[in-house]
């Protein structure tokens, strides 16, 4: 039965992703780049040299181009053969996200990180879009949960749920370590070439933090992470393009691409994408609607239950608090980064969202309550949205007919008012499914 409403829902996800994606023109000015420069690309049978209107393009490495060159062929050149893989990137994370927390915490909570992330309006519309994120996004989750799963299933591992004897420790066993590592690093290396050296940087950061809090730095520890083997292959799979468009723009595109939209982006604000450091949190907040507004209550759920393990030196014996500690930690490190850079745009933080989904689906898969304060903000907030949706749009001449569009908000609206019902007829699990149901419908 479990597994019935586990396929359903992941069912009810590839749906959702794929829903529309053809249907819309490329109207967002990255996706009419990216789709036109695959497809210059693909018209002269060019895997180097990225051109945008036959002028060289250095905004982005090529991992997006060659999938979408790859739909071109498959398909023709079109709004769904540039957002298919997108879709698939969405698929994927979401299925990595579910596998690896099913192994590591419980079945529920994994369910209910996927319906998080299926209810985060944000998160829906940034894997429709024909842009390099949902392939960084995919590649970061993946290869974050892969080195994870290498560590906690080495020998020294093994021999530690072996002594203990608990059933739930004996899941991650089936993993093997070396199938985990070449994961990752292929993961790391797809990421680099999605988006460059912020993958790697987030990543290796991440997993440094990891081991130096759980006490797992150790050279012992660095051997079983076959690092200088992992190393050889990221660098066999990331090198060559790099390598070869240096050479055919005499170096043109490097310069472009890691001194303008690299470094240039983290200390200056291009394209007028600046603001406040709040600017990254408020974008995390509107992006993970509604279910963020739960994430106190899901930190404190955490400290109360994992610190005093965490402090005792438990977190590397204690699966749960192990991976409870990785989550905060990627998800802490990924909005702390673009806190920190000068250019804010609210797709750069969503690699954070599959780590706080499991923040916030570990704890709706614990608690026995519903949060009447939660609801109410939600309720206001799914008022608030079709009203300020309608009356802008009057505003402005040419988007005048286009008032309807503040009707279809409305299931947002009617979710939050039937949960908030059930919330006092003592309907917890009905209630949550309520705002779930509303804002897939939206």
Known sequence: MQNKSSLFWFLIAGFLLFLGIGDMPLYILDEAKNAECAREMWARQDLIVPTFN????????????????????????????????????????????YYYTKQFLNRAAAKWSVLVLLASLHFLFQFHLAVPDPYLIACITVAVFAFYAAIVSSPKAQVQASVTGSKDEHQYLSLSPKRQLFIAYTATA?????????????????????????????WQ?????????????????VLPWYIAVGRATNGEWLEGF??????????????????????????VFAGMLPFIL???????????????????GGA??????????????????????FAVS???????????????????????????????????????????????????????ELLAGFKYLAYFLLPMLFGAIVGIVFHFKKFVQASWYSVLIGNILT
């Open 221 to 237: 520890q660095l051997g079983r992470l076959r690092i200088p083997l992992g190393a050889t292959w990221f660098c066999l799979l």
């Open 190 to 218: 797809f990421g680099t070439l999605a988006k460059g050296p912020v993958a790697l940087g987030l990543i290796g950061l991440i997993m440094l933090l990891y081991l130096v809090l759980t006490r797992r730095l150790t």
């Open 294 to 312: 739960l994430l106190p209550s899901a930190l404190k759920n955490i400290y109360q239950t994992h610190y005093p393990i965490f402090r005792q």
């Open 258 to 283: 890691f001194f303008t939209h690299n470094f240039n982006r983290f200390t200056d604000a291009m394209e007028n994408h600046g603001g406040g450091v709040w600017m990254t949190f408020l974008y």
């Open 342 to 396: 000068t250019t804010k745009l609210p797709n750069y933080t969503v690699p954070a969202y599959p780590f706080l989904a499991v923040i916030l689906g570990y704890y709706l898969s614990e608690t026995k309550t519903s949060s009447l304060i939660a609801l109410l903000i939600h309720g206001l907030i799914a008022l608030a949205l079709p009203l300020v949706v309608y009356f802008s749009i009057g505003t402005y």
């Open 54 to 97: 036959e002028a060289l393009r250095t905004d982005k490495p090529p991992l997006h181009y060659f999938f979408m060159m790859l739909a071109y062929s498959l398909f023709e050149p079109s709004a769904f053969s540039a957002r298919c893989f997108s879709a698939l990137m969405g698929l994927l994370t979401l299925f990595a996200v």
């Open 316 to 337: 590397s014996k204690n699966h749960s608090t192990s991976f409870l500690l990785l989550v905060l930690l990627a998800a802490s490190v990924i909005i702390g980064f």
